[in-house]
């Protein structure tokens, strides 16, 4: 018996991973998602339909997935499980600064049906060694239930893009694992795995082009972000304004002992970092009393996940090194914002537009959040035959500012139901214009 | 058969009996076009340029267009100006007087030793002047490149369509001119200044592309516009007495957009046009009056805006109505305002310093030449005037010490390594100060960019 249980013991150890327990299990906790969503770019409503991958978390129907696979413009959402049988599921919320999104399987057809499924186990993703043999599990080019194998090539990937989620900024708080395993399209949101099957990061992207240089969200920072979805159905973070840059060899400079402090390169206006008083080339030296060393550009963002993790609204103690003095700044924070504000389609008039945020009202140098940016029009519709193109922001429309999108929905709809002309003001490169919507 | 050739050699004749004359014309015009080279010197190039030019009076004062000289280009860079007459092949010197802010032309004037050979324009104005007839026959000078002496060569053409933009423009069947040269009549008299040609929309095929390209192309040898001579005597006069045609009449109402039609009627504005105001330019004339961005300005000194076409040609015309004012001179405007119609007085300022005027110096060492801010810089970087510090980067050397920290071309510099630069005189001092430290191995800097800053770390070894 005992003799049995050490052999036993043996063989797992040397077993290739296919035949290992957790990893049956976890390919049994593997699904296809096939997404048909919605987008409003070009002055229309317009449907497409893309493929990913997901992993099933818990007994009851958890699905882990990419946030650029489901997003909140999905209108389908449909999951195929290892038993190749098909199953309705409705998005619990998403996070594209992780680029993770949770799913909840259709429990009720689940049970109606008797469909069986596993869930996987999340490993802990700060062990990972460098050369650790993984395996991406997904559905690559539609190939359902596809295995790769590679290994983990750095653990600590710095990897910030600014609109690399369907346009939405993502990698600013979190860094990423890298590896060789063939990640292809398809593969996205499917599982990376230890030998034992357990999930140590979430497959996202890959460079294009480029041989087996993939890249997955470490579990140790999905799991956190898990939790917040499926309590709160969104992550909420805190943004003070600050756009920090490693210091690499500039401590000379600052007067800065080695692995101290963060360099601000700058300071967003109208922040609550520029309302307290920070300035760029301000060097960061500790958030509230605690040490920061932001020297190589990986430490950056455990840095920013450390002030975005703050309480909306709370206070953080900043202190602060410019030129020979040192000093505190207290600093309110207030919530993060993506720069994407929410999209809709005015289809009478041939005309997508989306909000405009707090960031992309900065970033453009627009007084305040007034507006709607236009992301498309249709040709030949009304909009485009007044003139009208993408990257016009509409500030007013018949003489009122356009406070909200229901402003414009508003005209829109009376719009709809009796067409006449509309007066239109929108700005592009600052210069103000009037354009004349007709029927 | 015969009777295609019987037409056509009714019509050879027919043009034959009247072009006699040509020659004696043409040798007398001959005298009114010159070549006017000039070199242009930048951190690290001199290259030459060649514009043609007219000839307005008996002192060899010459304009030549707008375009013949870059705008980023400061007097102080323009070197060597010198002036041949058509089919010469050596010039003589010219001295640059400065350019004109209301026609845009720049001003020479030649070498008294050629004065003599020269003969102005105005010497073939008509007694009574007349727009030129639709189909009416003109004809101009080109001139051939330096490598053929500038020999001056023929053109004839039709005009074809007479416009308003806003000066009045004649368009003709095809080249009539070298850009800036004179278009005359059939009598010789002055009808016109050749402008800067057209685009013309063409469709280009190739192997590779067989389903075809557009394409604009512009000739610049030759123009088949021309301004018509009532849209250029009246101005010849206004020959600068400083190199940026001071004084200069300011009203600052800025990012000025015409209305179109739809809009108009949506306004009920009848039989004009209007401009709507994007900003309202800090401290101008046009704040004191009253003037808020958005105002859509209906009327000048009671004169509503014409209608003219295209629609931004309307933009133009309210540009020179301040341009040919002097400041001091008042302005009342009409504007709307929501529903309201309102009258501002207007009492037109000077125009503040202008980037061409602004100081700027070059440090080789470094690759970078920095340059006062003015008025403008805080415009186009959306700041207020009083926010107004620091300097901008006029020229980067690529992949000069600054270019290779990643500075770039218009980047505002706000500190140098770690100290506020308030003014340009500080700024330079700095520069020159680390300049001439030949241990110095690296500098920082503070730039801000699109309303984000950054730290550059400048390495000089």
């Known amino acids: ?439 | 058969m015969m009777s295609r050739c019987l037409l056509l050699c009714l019509l050879l004749t027919g043009g034959a009996v009247r072009a006699a004359e040509l020659p004696a014309l043409w040798s007398e015009r001959l005298k009114t076009v010159v070549a006017v080279e000039f070199y242009t010197e930048t951190e690290t190039e001199r290259r030459p340029t060649i514009a043609y030019g007219t000839v307005i009076d008996h002192n060899g004062t010459i304009i030549l267009p707008p375009v013949a000289v870059n705008p980023r280009m400061t007097p102080s860079q323009l070197k060597e100006f010198k002036v041949y007459r058509a089919g010469s092949a050596t010039g003589v010197p010219g001295v640059y007087l400065g350019q004109d802010a209301l026609t845009g032309w720049h001003y020479v004037r030649a070498d008294a030793t050629q004065r003599t050979e020269l003969q102005p324009i105005t010497d073939f104005a008509a007694h009574q002047q007349r727009e030129p007839a639709m189909a009416e026959e003109v004809w101009g000078i080109g001139l051939r490149n330096k490598e053929e002496d500038f020999q001056p060569y023929l053109l004839v053409s039709r005009v074809a369509l007479v416009q308003s933009l806003p000066q009045r423009t004649a368009i003709a069947l095809q080249e009539v001119a070298g850009p800036g040269l004179p278009v005359f009549n059939r009598a010789g008299e002055f009808v016109g200044l050749a402008a800067s040609s057209f685009g013309q929309s063409f469709v280009q095929f190739s192997r590779m592309d067989r389903s075809g390209t557009p394409v604009v192309l512009v000739n610049v040898e030759e123009s088949s516009a021309f301004l018509l001579a009532s849209d250029v005597l009246p101005y010849l006069g206004r020959v600068p007495t400083n190199f940026f045609g001071r004084p200069l009449a300011w009203l600052g109402a800025f990012g000025m957009q015409p209305v179109d039609p739809d809009v108009a009627k949506f306004l009920h504005l009848e039989n004009q046009s209007a401009v709507v105001v994007s900003e309202v330019l800090e401290g101008s004339p046009a704040e004191l009056a009253g003037m808020k961005a958005r105002d859509i300005l209906l009327a000048i000194d009671g004169a509503p805006l014409p209608r003219m076409k295209p629609d931004r040609v309307v933009v133009a015309y309210v540009e020179r109505e301040v341009e040919r004012r002097q400041p001091g001179a008042t302005m009342a405007l009409t504007v709307l305002r929501g529903d309201a119609r309102l009258e501002l007085k207007t009492v037109l300022g000077e125009e503040p310093r202008l980037m061409g005027e602004a100081e700027r110096k070059y440090f080789d060492r470094i690759g970078l030449t920095i340059r006062e801010f003015v008025y403008g810089d805080a415009v186009a970087l959306r700041v207020r005037k009083s926010a107004a510090s620091g300097v901008i980067a006029h020229f980067v050397k690529p992949n000069g010490p600054a270019g290779g920290a990643g500075l770039h071309t218009d980047d505002w510099i706000k500190e140098i390594d770690g100290v506020e630069v308030k003014t340009f005189a500080a700024a330079a001092q700095k520069l020159a100060e680390i300049e001439a430290d030949l241990g110095r191995a690296e500098f920082v800097l503070l730039v801000s960019r699109g309303g984000e800053t950054a730290v550059l770390r400048v390495k000089l070894r």
């Open chain 1, 1 to 439: 018996m005992l003799r049995t249980a050490l052999l036993g013991l043996a063989l797992v150890g040397s077993l290739p991973a296919s035949m290992s327990r957790g990893f049956n299990q976890l390919l049994d906790a593997v699904v296809r998602i096939d997404v048909r969503e919605v987008a409003f770019e070009d002055g229309a409503k317009r449907f497409s339909a893309s493929i990913g991958s997901g992993v099933i978390l818990s007994a009851d129907g958890l699905i882990l997935t990419n946030a650029h696979v489901a997003s909140p413009r999905a209108v389908e959402l449909s999951v195929t499980l290892s038993s190749l049988e098909r199953v309705g599921a409705r998005l619990v919320g998403w996070d594209h600064w992780t680029d993770l999104a949770l799913l909840q399987l259709d429990v009720a057809e689940v049970k109606r049906r008797g469909l069986k499924f596993a869930h996987a186990e999340f490993g802990d993703s700060d062990k990972l060694f460098v050369g650790e043999t993984v395996y991406a599990v997904g559905t690559p080019f539609g190939l359902t239930r596809t295995a790769t194998r590679g290994i983990i090539s750095n653990n600590n990937r710095y990897f910030e893009d600014s609109n690399g989620v369907n346009g939405y900024e993502t990698g600013a708080f979190n860094t990423w694992l890298q590896t060789d395993a063939a990640i292809n399209p398809g593969n996205s949101g499917g599982p990376l795995v230890t030998e034992d099957g357990r999930v140590i990061g979430i497959s996202s992207r890959g460079y294009l082009g480029a041989n087996n240089l993939g890249f997955a969200i470490p579990a140790n920072t999905a799991k956190r972000v898990v939790e917040g979805l499926s309590r709160n159905g969104s992550i909420t973070r805190s943004y003070i304004g600050i756009v920090p840059r490693a210091l690499q060899d500039l401590e000379n400079f600052y007067a800065l002992a080695l692995n101290t402090g963060l360099l601000v390169n700058s300071v967003d206006p109208g922040s609550p970092a520029a309302r307290a008083g920070l300035r760029p080339g301000d060097i960061l030296l500790a958030i509230n009393g605690e040490k920061v060393d932001g020297r190589f550009p990986e430490q950056l963002p455990p840095i920013q996940n450390r002030i975005a993790g703050a309480t909306v609204g709370s206070t953080l103690r900043l202190t602060i090194k410019r030129g020979p003095a040192t000093g505190e700044y207290n600093v309110v924070t207030e919530k993060l914002e993506s720069r994407v504000g929410e999209e809709w389609v005015l289809e009478k008039w041939g005309l997508s537009v989306r909000k405009v945020s707090r960031t992309f009202a900065r970033e453009n140098q627009l007084e305040d959040t007034t507006g709607v940016f236009v992301i498309g029009v249709q040709p030949g519709f009304p909009a485009d035959v007044a003139g009208l193109s993408r990257g016009d922001v509409i500030t007013k429309i018949n003489q009122r500012p356009v406070a909200t999108l229901a402003t414009i929905q508003a005209v829109h709809t009376a719009y709809e139901k009796k067409p006449e002309p509309v007066l239109v003001e929108a700005q592009r490169n600052h210069q103000v214009s009037l354009y004349v919507l007709k029927p």
